[in-house]
């Protein structure tokens, strides 16, 4: 996914907004939040403006949860 970004807390509030400007604006997305439901509504709003996006389930807040998107996310796209 070229001219891709991460937003974080993408469920609602200023995530969300973010993301959809992002995608607005051409970026693909990788998107989490921790609520999954939230989340795949905002993909799907991304992806209804034609943007790939990645949504994946997960509260930051939390170290281990941070750490462990941090590993996917270098292992499937840093490679």
């Known amino acids: 996914m070229s001219n891709t970004t991460l ?3 993408a469920s609602q ?3 969300k907004a973010t993301a959809l400007l992002f ?4 970026y693909n997305l990788i998107i ?6 939230k989340l795949e509504a905002v993909a ?4 209804s403006l034609g943007r790939q996006v ?4 997960a509260d ?11 590993n ?7 490679k």
């Open 7 to 9: 937003i974080t807390g």
């Open 60 to 70: 930051t807040s939390d170290r281990s949860a941070g750490q462990a998107l941090v």
């Open 72 to 78: 996917f996310l270098s292992n499937a796209f840093l």
């Open 13 to 15: 509030g200023i995530g």
């Open 23 to 26: 995608a607005k604006n051409g």
């Open 44 to 47: 799907e709003e991304i992806r």
């Open 54 to 57: 990645l949504a994946i389930t």
């Open 32 to 37: 989490t939040a921790r609520s999954k439901d």
